[in-house]
């Protein structure tokens, strides 16, 4: 059996090529993807901000009796 090695590097060199050039292109997309925070930690940040809202104006000091 013959092989033909520089065709076989040939094939190799593109392949690889290829499969490098489709993880850049996936890491890209990803890269390029907005995170948006998760539901949790929104769900927080609106309820700090509710009760900072809440208080605004208000004085925190306990009422005379």
Not at 24 to 35: N, P
């Amino acid at each position: 059996m013959d092989f033909n090695f520089g065709a076989l590097e040939m094939l190799v060199t593109e392949r690889l090529t290829d499969a490098r050039q489709a993880a850049h292109r996936a890491r890209l997309a990803t890269l390029a993807r907005s995170r948006r925070p998760a539901l949790r930690v929104r769900v927080g940040e609106t309820l700090i901000a509710l009760g900072e809202w809440l208080r605004r104006g208000v004085v925190l000091a306990p009422q005379p009796s």
